[in-house]
């Protein structure tokens, strides 16, 4: 159902057109006009229009001759994926990635800015406007830029709220930093909104339109996609459930709030845990949160029982942040994703039964839960998603568009 | 920003701008082709087009001279509000309260059906029947039926989940059983999410387009309006709220869930602390949860020490609420409704309090906690806005139109 409430934020009508022709031919391949006609419900006319002015500006070609329909060769529109590059880059406490994709999400470089500490923000931040300014100069394919950072991100400011993963980079304004620092435009997103974009865009075995993205890492994070619509709320800091509580007289969250997810099932949670099993994982004082959390997987890969037991307690967390998913969110997949999706299996197998028993089964039935098949730092790909999104849905942000 | 995701879902242009059409003389009043046409963004030639058919079909009027901008005069278009009725139900446990109402939201008649019981079902559903088919012969303006039922409702089955208070209700298909039935159509909703369309419909203060009703009552329920969005879920069963844990130690839950929001701040959780608290309310233990609750707020608006002690209790639940609400859809306002939002003041001041505590001061900065406008049983106003929404969304399902 589309609402009446709907209605009132439409782009224009034309812009519209635009941009379903766009995302037709980015997820259907080459199409012929008629048959983009067909699906989109556009008059011939409309649509010999629409592509007649995307053709001229380069954004979508003819291919000649291809197979059509019932063996009727026709001339077929293409957009095409390898023509057009993004770079991506994704912004943890410490790490800085880039990486330079193509329009269907394959990495063609990645690469890591040195560690950053809370003193050298703005010199990473310098190394960054260089880096991004040397590939844009060496890729004249390059159209976009896309930006994942921790939530809880208010989009509408450009900056990200109190949030200890990310304390020394609250004094940066994202957009004020990068929006004009280009010759090609950058767009900025909470990462798990980005994630949640990147399993939409590349992983062809998703094909609903329901989809939330539960990443669960050095951060716990939320990208909601609902009837088609990411949900974003009024600064764009909504589905941030690593700060809803799931015990109101439990630990004290650098948030102001008190036993938010994020304190009992984020990766320096579990690196905590592990610090309090004597001798469970020997140097794990040393270890940053990753690797602590990776020794602790391994671990429960080769049998160490009291390794399975910690990771079981800390899929039951996982759980109920899927049940409070399921009750606020109600999607049809909810893909678990980053570090502590590398748990795998045995992870999954104690979050259903928590899910099991706690679930009206009339949700539980309809809904699939799943890891994520993109790799662990599908924030980056997120990055990447996001400018991709933006290219198909506002192509005149790309190029001259009468 | 409208997401790409967003477009796959985009009814056709052309139903799309005529509802705009729509919606823009609902909003607006009296409009000239020009002013829609510029406010729009829509060519003459498509609004002359779209709305000769909307004036043949009976949906809009022609006013005649009206004064336009710059003192010109010129022809106006109407929607006339008071010309179309729709039926408004609203089911909750034992109560069963039918409205007619005029395109505006206002309740024309109200009546209710006797008390029903887990026996009287089937009887209340025939009696049902008869009179809403009776409400149709005598006023021929009636339109549409909306019905607004406590969540969980999955919409796209036709039923309520289980849920103690709907606990007898639950083997009713709500669409076999009144879809078809009348010589207009039926639309169902969930309670809370009636509540917030008839928040965004009705109540002229109400200008964002991200809008939270919380229906705190019999049950706890949520509806979310986000960038103009009602947040639906793959079944209708996203935003329940009442069903959200806030303590996965806590209190057990119909829903198999643990510590629900529901299970401490609805009226049965009140009337439950209302009776452990001897000789509060004498009589408390033959009262209804809305007597006790009524009683309750009485007494603390005379001055009653322990009257206010409790509701500041119930008022702490009603903020962590807030919380999860705010952190889960970064609402720009959220408005309380329903019973407990008759405790008034003393409540908001409470829930001011724990929000103030624990909620990033970004988002309780730019965010707006007030009690509804509307009437108590504000999901009766729902049940009609529903119907409302799909007059204004959806023509073609109750006119012929080309
Ligand atoms: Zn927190
Ligand atoms: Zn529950």
Same mark, same amino acid.
């Given at each position: 159902?589309?609402?009446?409430?709907?209605?009132?934020?439409?782009?224009?009508?034309?812009? =519209?057109?635009r941009?379903?022709?766009?995302?037709?031919?980015?997820?259907?391949?080459?199409?012929?006009?008629?048959?983009?006609a067909?699906?989109?419900?556009?008059?011939?006319?409309?649509?010999?229009?629409? =592509?007649?002015?995307l053709?001229?500006?380069?954004?979508?070609?003819?291919?000649?001759?291809?197979?059509?329909?019932?063996?009727?060769?026709?001339?077929?529109? *293409?957009l095409?994926?390898?023509?057009?590059?993004?770079?991506?880059?994704?912004?943890?406490?410490? +790490?800085?990635?880039?990486?330079?994709?193509?329009l269907?999400?394959?990495?063609?470089?990645?690469?890591?800015?040195?560690?950053?500490?809370e003193? *050298?923000i703005?010199s990473?931040?310098?190394?960054?406007h260089?880096?991004?300014?040397?590939?844009?100069?060496?890729?004249?394919?390059?159209?976009?830029?896309?930006? @994942?950072?921790?939530?809880?991100?208010?989009?509408?400011?450009?900056?990200?709220?109190?949030?200890?993963?990310?304390?020394?980079?609250?004094k940066?304004?994202?957009?004020?930093?990068?929006?004009?620092?280009? !010759?090609?435009?950058?767009?900025?997103?909470q990462d798990?909104?980005?994630?949640?974009?990147?399993?939409?865009?590349f992983?062809?075995?998703?094909?609903?339109?329901?989809? @939330?993205?539960?990443?669960?890492?050095?951060?716990v994070?939320?990208?909601?996609?609902?009837?088609?619509?990411?949900?974003?709320?009024?600064?764009?800091?909504?589905?941030?459930?690593?700060?809803?509580s799931?015990?109101?007289?439990?630990?004290?969250?650098?948030c102001?709030?008190?036993? $938010?997810?994020?304190?009992?099932?984020?990766?320096?949670?579990?690196h905590e845990?592990?610090?309090k099993?004597?001798?469970?994982?020997?140097d794990?004082?040393?270890?940053?949160h +990753?690797?602590? $959390?990776?020794?602790?997987?391994?671990?429960?890969?080769?049998?160490?029982?009291?390794?399975?037991?910690?990771?079981?307690?800390?899929?039951?967390?996982?759980?109920?942040?899927?049940?409070?998913?399921?009750?606020?969110?109600?999607?049809?997949?909810?893909?678990?994703?980053?570090?502590?999706?590398?748990?795998?299996?045995?992870?999954?197998?104690?979050?259903?039964?928590?899910?099991?028993?706690?679930?009206?089964?009339?949700?539980?039935? !309809? !809904?699939?839960?799943?890891?994520?098949?993109?790799p662990?730092?599908?924030?980056?790909n997120?990055?990447?998603?996001?400018?991709?999104?933006?290219?198909?849905?506002?192509?005149?942000?790309?190029?001259?568009?009468?």
């Amino acid at each position: 159902m589309t609402n009446t409430i709907a209605n009132a934020t439409l782009a224009s009508v034309s812009e =519209t057109n635009r941009s379903r022709i766009m995302q037709h031919l980015y997820q259907h391949g080459i199409s012929s006009r008629a048959q983009i006609a067909k699906a989109l419900d556009l008059t011939p006319a409309a649509i010999t229009k629409i =592509t007649a002015k995307l053709i001229e500006a380069g954004a979508i070609k003819e291919t000649g001759d291809f197979e059509g329909r019932k063996n009727r060769r026709s001339i077929g529109l *293409t957009l095409d994926t390898a023509e057009f590059h993004v770079i991506a880059v994704k912004f943890a406490r410490s +790490l800085v990635q880039l990486g330079v994709f193509d329009l269907a999400g394959k990495p063609l470089t990645v690469q890591e800015l040195p560690q950053v500490t809370e003193d *050298t923000i703005d010199s990473a931040i310098m190394q960054l406007h260089d880096t991004i300014g040397s590939l844009i100069e060496a890729d004249r394919r390059i159209i976009a830029i896309g930006m @994942a950072v921790p939530g809880p991100y208010l989009r509408s400011v450009g900056r990200t709220a109190v949030v200890s993963s990310m304390r020394g980079w609250q004094k940066v304004n994202f957009i004020h930093e990068f929006s004009n620092a280009f !010759t090609v435009p950058v767009f900025v997103e909470q990462d798990a909104r980005a994630g949640a974009m990147a399993q939409y865009l590349f992983d062809p075995t998703i094909t609903t339109e329901n989809l @939330a993205y539960y990443l669960v890492g050095e951060g716990v994070g939320l990208g909601v996609i609902d009837h088609g619509n990411i949900i974003n709320g009024a600064l764009g800091a909504a589905t941030e459930i690593g700060h809803v509580s799931i015990d109101i007289n439990g630990k004290p969250c650098d948030c102001g709030n008190v036993g $938010c997810l994020e304190r009992y099932c984020s990766t320096p949670a579990i690196h905590e845990m592990i610090l309090k099993e004597d001798d469970l994982i020997a140097d794990a004082g040393t270890m940053t949160h +990753l690797q602590a $959390c990776r020794a602790l997987f391994a671990l429960a890969r080769g049998g160490d029982k009291r390794a399975i037991a910690l990771i079981k307690r800390v899929a039951r967390y996982v759980g109920f942040g899927c049940i409070t998913i399921f009750n606020s969110f109600n999607p049809s997949q909810i893909v678990i994703g980053d570090i502590v999706a590398e748990a795998g299996q045995l992870l999954l197998d104690e979050v259903h039964k928590v899910i099991d028993k706690h679930v009206i089964h009339e949700l539980n039935d !309809t !809904t699939a839960i799943t890891l994520s098949a993109l790799p662990a730092d599908a924030a980056l790909n997120g990055a990447a998603a996001v400018a991709i999104n933006q290219f198909l849905d506002h192509p005149p942000q790309f190029f001259e568009l009468s």
